[in-house]
């Protein structure tokens, strides 16, 4: 595994920006994957960086720096819906317990 | 739909029980896994398969069990050895096991302790 720490909770009120960081040991590193999770579902993909940089998908946005062994999860423009959490991981081995992120009205 | 499927939803055990977690996927993926989530605590691989009768033990195998005759089944037994159980359990799958591929998860079985 690749110890992956993220925070535990954030709170963010509708509309605003939220960034979810993670940091990761950088041995053996082969790209960083962000999966979201509502409660008692199934995690789905959300990006896949293995490149230093920003990826923007929509509202969500994935940012790697492969020096630092550092990403972050950027939200956009918060909706009722993005409550959830958000797991960052490494290989099939690897993943962070996970960021439960609350967005209030 | 393609789609990757566990069942039950809930599943209880009683003390000296084995009990059997189904995931089924018709995504024709080659690679199957079981992880164990807890609260606080991030997903821990118990078992993944590449290829139809072969499987691989993940971080914390002991006291589970898997079979993979079938590409499109995996199913997990808990088996009576696996002294703490109560967990969500997730089976996902993936095209391959190399990098940088996705997975696709089921929805997950609550596993409790009667």
């Known amino acids: 595994g690749q110890n992956i720490d993220q925070p535990t909770e954030m709170t963010a009120t509708e509309g605003a920006i939220v960034q979810i960081n993670c940091t990761y040991q950088?041995?053996?590193?082969?790209?960083l994957f962000w999966y979201q999770q509502h409660a008692g579902e199934a995690p789905t993909f959300l990006s896949y960086n293995v490149l230093d940089g920003l990826e923007e998908k929509g509202r969500f946005s994935s940012f790697l720096s492969r020096s630092k062994g550092y990403s972050y999860l950027l939200l956009k423009e918060l909706q009722m819906k993005d409550s959830a959490s958000y797991l960052c991981?490494?290989?099939?081995?690897?993943f962070g317990a996970g960021t439960t992120v609350t967005v209030r009205a | 739909d393609g789609g990757i499927t566990q069942s039950p939803k809930y599943l209880f055990r009683k003390e000296g029980q084995n009990v059997t977690l189904s995931c089924e996927q018709n995504?024709?993926?080659?690679?199957m896994y079981w992880y164990r989530q807890d609260p606080g605590q991030g997903l821990r691989l118990i078992y993944y398969s590449q290829i139809v009768n072969d499987f691989q033990k993940g971080d914390i195998a002991e006291g589970y069990s898997v079979s993979r005759e079938k590409k499109e089944s995996f199913p997990l037994t808990v088996t009576s050895a696996q002294k703490n159980p109560t967990a969500f359990y997730l089976c996902a799958s993936s095209t391959q096991t190399g990098i940088g591929e996705k997975l696709f998860f089921g929805s997950g079985t609550q596993l409790s302790v009667l």
């Open positions: 991981a490494g290989d099939k081995l690897s």
């Open positions: 950088t041995s053996g590193f082969n790209g």
């Open positions: 995504l024709n993926h080659d690679a």
